[in-house]
């Protein structure tokens, strides 16, 4: 297997870092971080005082690249799960700020795909139906953030960073929710994802926090 180095990321970030310091008024976000040196160059630019954001994915701040031997293709990912250090120092930047943002990194693919050689199968996992769990347990639950810093994380701050209105909980106001019950333990069934697909490493994972309803455009879906 060809591998893919940690300067494959952080060399590029540190580019486009510079680049940022020398063009006025630049904002640059950092999606999917996955290296401990590009955490480390994220938080040195925001001390800096540089218009820099950027994400991390469950998948970054839970497993190392030894879950490809356990999972398979359901472990290959782009970028790809890195070493224990570069996992602790992506918690180490959610903790401390630097990460500002949680994404899914949703990325569904066929099982006939993935069933695929380790080289061939497409990158990628399912993200959406897992990432409040995940979130949840290997966070909040570890003390490593509080509740309100992932519900910024994964709600508000990507709002901002996007120019998109803040959601607000007031009388006539749209309603755009999702209703979490924090106490409620769940396992991870990839047989009853609503998505297409089911290609996860996570299946069968004990989490807390399950999202038991969604409020959109008028519209309420309870998930059981």
Known sequence: MKGIPNASEYKIIERDIELTRETDNAR????????K???NMVRNAKQEGLMVSAE????HFILSDD?????????????????KNDVNEVIEGLKDGSIDVICTDHAPHTKEEKEQPLEIAPNGI?????SVGLAYTYLVEKGIITIEDMINKMSVNPRKLLGLPEIKINEGEMANLTILDINQSWKVDKNKFHSKSSNTPFDGWELKCKPVGIINNAQYMINV
Not at 28 to 35: A, E, F, K, L
Not at 56 to 59: D, I, L, V
Not at 68 to 76: F, I, M, R, W
């Open 37 to 39: 040196e590009a955490v």
């Open 67 to 83: 879950a490809v031997l356990k999972y398979g293709t359901n472990a290959k990912m782009n970028p790809p799960l890195r070493s």
């Open 28 to 35: 640059y976000h950092v999606q999917h971080i996955s290296t």
């Open 56 to 59: 991390a994915c469950p998948h």
């Open 126 to 130: 399912v993200g959406l139906e897992t």
